[in-house]
């Protein structure tokens, strides 16, 4: 009975804009202040007040549009959207409905089938709402709720996309790819942990072939793209079941319990969405000319995909390699830098590229955390790969190394001094190690006179662990086989 | 009883700047009157009394210490209509819902006007929210025509505009969605001036209808409805649809030629046949006549769309509306009826802080936003809007100005249109037109008619309130109508 | 045009507005009237006329981005029917 089943997916995503202060105020826009610290007449919605247009936020909303590869509207008007709501002062929230910023964009994606566009049906601007704090556990058992109404009036872009997502991993794919862009282009921080990104998920199901759009649920509200995944993956499956059983799928809002992995429905509403849009009375329109636009697009920095193909073909990166190193701009930023700073052209640039992809990458998802919440910068980096070419220590202490530089943020240099990790490279020291180490593996020796060549590199092995990896491995490698040769008279190849 | 509270803002200012009156003597005069009068006509709502004369004593003192920058309004005692929020003032829109609202902000205006050395005496009453043409719906009290106590100052600024009349203020501020501001001050019989969209800020004054709302000065003669103007006109960064050729209106001067040679007025034809009464039609062809003695010719001039206007009018004032009075939600500030629900707190809260007028209003006004009613209603007031713009275009394509009555009728008597909010509407049936197209106008007294003041409007350009100002002065220097007072409290 | 009276009620709900018996009679026949008065806007041609949302031709009015003092929390509280801790209370939320 059950043929498979495709996921449609739409997504809805708020980010908040980087600007200083609100969009129609001049409240400050910085998280974490105590509640209800950075309101004024105007964001708490006091009789009599007027919003007047943060012109920062217009910009950066007009570049995210650039970004994303919309086209900017030339005309386009704020309207209200109406709703009561506590953390909504004003009883509307001031948006765009009808002629919104930015239409049809895309956003291209890497997936197993190779890249795929996701369509950006609209970006608007709008105003952001407070935050509700409930006292007690869940809204079901608060007996009140408390209004912070700092948030309220922070600038927001909606970006809307087009149905164009087929699975959990495509909406993570995009939510990345549209993260790091935004970032790249300098309209958002998108700090997650913040709420600085949070996005609404429009899901359906059909019979894998089909081309006829399923009833969608709405799930509201996602601060975390693990959450979007696990959610998409429960509702869709939730659906198809439903589906099998012969069930109508009901379009309605659901919320997603994360604790429980599963969606719920919210309950049902006391009338319908009907929220009285019409264009807000007290701002004028928006009228943008094409030399406003194109000033904005010169400026729009480079961004994720340009600097790939800039790393693929001024360093030779792999397509891969330079995909890792540009997701995370801070990481781009500082690989860049790295390269910059240790001057060695292309080859040098394979160097780096490897520490970043392989032990910082490491590093940081070992830690969860972010370059920027590590002391380390690219000098130390540096600093580090020029005490390996130069032969002071080896690739393999230059990982412990590394590690401790992000780790404390000293340089290479003073770690290496500190705990005496310069490589060994006195021949007549080593001599002598080998010695200690023939004479504690007879097995070894045993092994080395009936020709076996492997002997040696298990005896280097046992040098670099008695002199805790400082011993030069080519050195040690050269003179346990002399004194192999010494000891038992036989040279093996 | 005193002679000060009979002169105008700009008499007294200059008594002031020259030592003959102190400020404090002009402010003990109004208090005077207030006490002695105010208990029959309700103007007010709050008497601002103790700022009032801790405001002059500092202003004496600033003109003993030979301070000569005081400004053009020192020394004048002004009423603000109380949708104009004053910073640590109750601010109460004559609602049950705002009734202990105190503002942590002043309106731009009021910021002006204190700039200009002004003294606020107090905060007049008004319809609820500014939703009324008689002031009979103020949550808290009734406010008489001082020409005829059993009647209605008309409204919504009728504390205002009974304010100036009964000489409880050198001047008012009042608001003028519909005609708020005329149509008291016709039926007052005092001058009432909405000016052009945009001319004024309207940054703290409690929205109405927001693409209709203008702030403007009721005052007892025109050279005082200039001087206040220049004072409250300007651009303003904090209201978006403030305009910037606004600040031109700060140099108003009224030209002290008494001729209106060149200039050219149009009578709108449809403003004469809605219901006019048979005295005010008198009243406002004398006025017009007199106007062409003066040297202005006069024709006559169709609007054809007025009859549609009143019904545009509603829907897009009413939508704006119910828009503008969703944050009076009992979360923030104003009323809240105790429940135990989100729900239930939003529904009494709204049933017990807003009057019947203003419940109407918010209906009619969701009504028309509603989901399937949105083209049929809102978008298509404002397209008939559009219509009647293009109208007034052509008009001033021949003319300068236009005049017609403001008031269909004089003032009524008290409870006589309440239970009839159609025939409540009418009244505004002349005035309104102006706002939806954004122009200034004015109404000056010209004459009584069965003893009660008639209003003659004259409407203008865009900011071309220089022009209006202009045949309204020349108009009032040729005739007598605005010396009448009434004679309460003599 | 007559409005239904599960009309009035519908529309009262979505502006969060209690109605007492008497209200809701009263307004349902006066809106019905007034709605009936409106029905002369039928009568205007409006094709291919574009609505005005703004009567003046005002068009990217905008400030810099710069923070400005906000109010303190108190002030920012000093006119709430109720506060506490700093922040707005409102009974419990049932509806979405
Ligand atoms: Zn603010």
């Given at each position: 009975m059950s043929r498979e089943y495709e996921i449609v997916v739409g997504l809805e995503v708020h980010v908040e804009l980087a600007t200083k202060s609100k969009i129609f105020c001049g409240c400050s826009t910085a998280f974490g202040a105590e509640p209800n610290t950075q309101t004024c007449p105007v964001c708490l919605g006091m009789p009599g007040t007027l919003p007047v247009l943060n012109q920062q936020a217009l910009e950066y909303a007009i570049r995210a549009g650039l970004a994303l590869n919309c086209t900017i509207n030339k005309y386009s008007k704020f309207d209200r959207k109406q709703y009561f709501y506590p953390d909504l002062p004003k009883g509307y929230q001031i948006s765009q409905h009808d002629l919104p910023l930015c239409e049809h964009g895309y956003v291209e994606i890497d997936t197993p089938e190779g890249p795929r566009r996701i369509g950006i049906r609209r970006i608007h601007l709008e105003e952001d709402a407070g935050k509700n704090i409930h006292a007690g556990d869940n809204i079901a058992s608060a007996q009140a709720s408390y209004i912070d109404l700092n948030r309220c009036g922070v600038p927001l872009i909606e970006i809307v996309t087009e149905p164009d997502i087929r699975s959990p991993e495509e909406a993570r794919a995009f939510l990345e790819k549209?993260?790091?862009?935004?970032?790249?282009?300098?309209?958002?921080?998108?700090?997650?942990?913040?709420?600085?990104?949070?996005?609404?998920?429009?899901?359906?199901?059909?019979?894998?072939?089909?081309?006829?759009?399923?009833?969608?649920?709405?799930?509201?509200?996602?601060?975390?793209?693990?959450?979007?995944?696990?959610?998409?993956?429960?509702?869709?499956?939730?659906?198809?079941?439903?589906?099998?059983?012969?069930?109508?799928?009901?379009?309605?809002?659901?919320?997603?319990?994360?604790?429980?992995?599963?969606?719920?429905?919210?309950?049902?509403?006391?009338?319908?969405?009907?929220?009285?849009?019409?264009?807000?009375?007290?701002?004028?329109?928006?009228?943008?000319?094409?030399?406003?636009?194109?000033?904005?697009?010169?400026?729009?920095?480079?961004?994720?995909?340009?600097?790939?193909?800039?790393?693929?073909?001024?360093?030779?990166?792999?397509?891969?390699?330079?995909?890792?190193?540009?997701?995370?701009?801070?990481?781009?930023?500082?690989?860049?830098?790295?390269?910059?700073?240790?001057?060695?052209?292309?080859?040098?640039?394979?160097?780096?590229?490897?520490?970043?992809?392989?032990?910082?990458?490491?590093?940081?998802?070992?830690?969860?955390?972010?370059?920027?919440?590590?002391?380390?910068?690219?000098?130390?980096?540096?600093?580090?790969?020029?005490?390996?070419?130069?032969?002071?220590?080896?690739?393999?202490?230059?990982?412990?190394?590394?590690?401790?530089?992000?780790?404390?943020?000293?340089?290479?240099?003073?770690?290496?001094?500190?705990?005496?990790?310069?490589?060994?490279?006195?021949?007549?020291?080593?001599?002598?190690?080998?010695?200690?180490?023939?004479?504690?593996?007879?097995?070894?020796?045993?092994?080395?006179?009936?020709?076996?060549?492997?002997?040696?590199?298990?005896?280097?092995?046992?040098?670099?662990?008695?002199?805790?990896?400082?011993?030069?491995?080519?050195?040690?490698?050269?003179?346990?086989?002399?004194?192999?040769?010494?000891?038992?008279?036989?040279?093996?190849? | 009883m005193s002679a000060t509270t009979k002169l105008t803002a700009t008499r007294l200012n200059r008594l002031f700047l020259a030592g003959e009156l102190s400020a404090e003597e002009i402010v003990e005069a109004y208090i005077e009157r207030i006490q002695a009068v105010d208990g029959q006509v309700g103007a007010y709502l709050t008497v601002t009394a103790a700022e009032a004369r801790e405001r002059a004593r500092k202003l004496d003192a600033r003109r003993k210490a030979g301070d000569t920058d005081l400004g053009p309004l020192a020394g004048v005692p002004i009423a603000i209509k109380d949708n104009i929020c004053t910073q640590g003032i109750r601010t109460t829109c004559a609602s049950r819902i705002l009734e202990n609202f105190v503002p942590p902000y002043d309106a731009t205006v009021v910021s002006r006007l204190q700039?200009?050395?002004?003294?606020?005496?107090?905060?007049?009453?008004?319809?609820?929210?500014?939703?009324?043409?008689?002031?009979?719906?103020?949550?808290?009290?009734?406010?008489?025509?001082?020409?005829?106590?059993?009647?209605?100052?008309?409204?919504?600024?009728?504390?205002?505009?009974?304010?100036?009349?009964?000489?409880?203020?050198?001047?008012?501020?009042?608001?003028?969605?519909?005609?708020?501001?005329?149509?008291?001050?016709?039926?007052?019989?005092?001058?009432?001036?909405?000016?052009?969209?945009?001319?004024?800020?309207?940054?703290?004054?409690?929205?109405?209808?927001?693409?209709?709302?203008?702030?403007?000065?009721?005052?007892?003669?025109?050279?005082?409805?200039?001087?206040?103007?220049?004072?409250?006109?300007?651009?303003?960064?904090?209201?978006?649809?403030?305009?910037?050729?606004?600040?031109?209106?700060?140099?108003?001067?009224?030209?002290?030629?008494?001729?209106?040679?060149?200039?050219?007025?149009?009578?709108?034809?449809?403003?004469?046949?809605?219901?006019?009464?048979?005295?005010?039609?008198?009243?406002?062809?004398?006025?017009?006549?007199?106007?062409?003695?003066?040297?202005?010719?006069?024709?006559?001039?169709?609007?054809?769309?007025?009859?549609?206007?009143?019904?545009?009018?509603?829907?897009?004032?009413?939508?704006?509306?119910?828009?503008?009075?969703?944050?009076?939600?009992?979360?923030?500030?104003?009323?809240?009826?105790?429940?135990?629900?989100?729900?239930?707190?939003?529904?009494?809260?709204?049933?017990?802080?807003?009057?019947?007028?203003?419940?109407?209003?918010?209906?009619?006004?969701?009504?028309?936003?509603?989901?399937?009613?949105?083209?049929?209603?809102?978008?298509?007031?404002?397209?008939?809007?559009?219509?009647?713009?293009?109208?007034?275009?052509?008009?001033?394509?021949?003319?300068?100005?236009?005049?017609?009555?403001?008031?269909?009728?004089?003032?009524?008597?008290?409870?006589?249109?309440?239970?009839?909010?159609?025939?409540?509407?009418?009244?505004?049936?002349?005035?309104?037109?102006?706002?939806?197209?954004?122009?200034?106008?004015i109404s000056i007294p010209c004459g009584l008619s069965q003893g009660l003041p008639v209003g003659l409007q004259i409407i203008g350009r865009h900011f071309d309130e220089p022009t209006v100002l202009r045949v309204a002065y020349a108009y009032e220097k040729a005739t007598q109508h605005h010396q009448a007072r009434p004679a309460l409290g003599q | 045009m007559a409005i239904s009276r599960a009309e009035v009620e519908h529309i009262a709900r979505l502006a969060r507005l209690g109605l007492s018996e008497e209200e809701m009679e009263a307004l349902t026949e006066q809106l019905g009237r007034i709605l009936a008065h409106m029905e002369v806007l039928r009568q205007v041609d409006t094709r291919d006329v574009p609505p005005t949302y703004h009567v003046l031709p005002l068009q990217n009015v905008l400030r810099t981005d710069t923070v400005q003092e906000s109010l303190s929390q108190e002030a920012a509280l000093r006119n709430a029917p109720q506060a506490e801790a700093g922040a707005f209370k409102v009974p419990k939320i049932t509806e979405g």
């Open positions: 549209l993260r790091s862009i935004l970032i790249y282009a300098g309209v958002s921080e998108a700090k997650l942990q913040e709420g600085q990104m949070r996005a609404d998920v429009n899901v359906s199901v059909r019979p894998k072939g089909s081309t006829a759009l399923g009833t969608r649920t709405e799930l509201k509200n996602l601060g975390s793209f693990r959450s979007v995944v696990r959610a998409i993956e429960y509702e869709a499956r939730r659906q198809w079941e439903a589906l099998q059983r012969g069930e109508e799928i009901v379009q309605e809002t659901r919320a997603f319990d994360e604790e429980r992995g599963i969606t719920l429905s919210l309950r049902s509403k006391e009338e319908a969405h009907d929220y009285r849009y019409f264009p807000e009375p007290d701002l004028p329109p928006i009228v943008l000319t094409d030399a406003e636009i194109e000033r904005i697009r010169a400026q729009l920095p480079e961004l994720p995909d340009a600097r790939k193909r800039r790393y693929m073909e001024a360093y030779g990166l792999s397509a891969y390699d330079a995909g890792v190193i540009v997701r995370d701009k801070a990481v781009a930023d500082f690989f860049e830098a790295a390269v910059a700073a240790y001057g060695k052209g292309a080859e040098g640039a394979k160097t780096v590229a490897n520490w970043v992809i392989n032990e910082l990458a490491r590093i940081l998802n070992e830690k969860n955390a972010e370059l920027a919440q590590t002391p380390l910068t690219p000098d130390h980096l540096v600093g580090m790969l020029k005490l390996v070419d130069a032969g002071t220590i080896s690739g393999k202490i230059a990982k412990d190394v590394f590690a401790e530089m992000v780790e404390t943020g000293k340089s290479a240099e003073e770690i290496v001094k500190e705990k005496g990790l310069v490589q060994l490279t006195d021949e007549a020291a080593l001599a002598e190690i080998a010695l200690q180490v023939i004479e504690a593996n007879p097995k070894a020796v045993e092994d080395w006179k009936k020709g076996k060549a492997t002997a040696a590199q298990f005896l280097v092995g046992q040098m670099m662990k008695a002199t805790r990896g400082r011993a030069n491995p080519q050195l040690a490698n050269k003179v346990i086989r002399a004194k192999l040769a010494e000891v038992t008279g036989v040279t093996n190849e | 700039a200009a050395g002004a003294i606020i005496i107090g905060k007049t009453n008004l319809d609820e929210f500014a939703m009324g043409s008689s002031t009979e719906n103020s949550a808290f009290q009734v406010t008489r025509n001082p020409w005829d106590l059993s009647r209605v100052p008309g409204g919504s600024s009728g504390g205002s505009a009974a304010a100036v009349a009964a000489d409880l203020c050198a001047a008012a501020l009042g608001s003028d969605t519909g005609g708020s501001i005329r149509q008291p001050a016709a039926l007052c019989g005092v001058v009432g001036l909405k000016p052009t969209y945009g001319a004024v800020s309207r940054y703290g004054l409690v929205a109405f209808a927001s693409s209709l709302d203008q702030i403007g000065p009721i005052t007892k003669d025109v050279a005082d409805a200039a001087l206040l103007l220049s004072v409250i006109a300007g651009h303003d960064r904090r209201d978006s649809t403030s305009h910037p050729d606004a600040d031109r209106l700060q140099r108003i001067q009224l030209s002290g030629d008494a001729s209106l040679s060149g200039v050219r007025v149009g009578v709108p034809r449809e403003y004469f046949a809605q219901g006019v009464e048979p005295g005010v039609r008198q009243a406002v062809e004398e006025a017009i006549a007199k106007l062409r003695e003066l040297g202005a010719t006069v024709d006559e001039v169709s609007l054809p769309h007025t009859e549609y206007a009143l019904d545009a009018y509603y829907i897009v004032a009413t939508a704006e509306a119910s828009s503008n009075l969703a944050r009076y939600d009992g979360v923030r500030y104003g009323l809240r009826a105790e429940a135990d629900s989100l729900l239930e707190m939003y529904l009494r809260t709204r049933q017990q802080g807003f009057g019947l007028e203003v419940k109407r209003r918010i209906m009619l006004g969701t009504y028309a936003l509603s989901a399937g009613y949105y083209d049929a209603y809102y978008k298509k007031a404002q397209q008939v809007r559009t219509l009647v713009i293009r109208d007034f275009e052509a008009a001033f394509r021949r003319f300068d100005v236009l005049v017609a009555p403001t008031s269909p009728t004089v003032a009524w008597g008290l409870g006589e249109r309440v239970e009839d909010p159609l025939a409540m509407y009418m009244a505004d049936i002349l005035t309104l037109p102006a706002n939806l197209a954004g122009l200034p106008a | -």
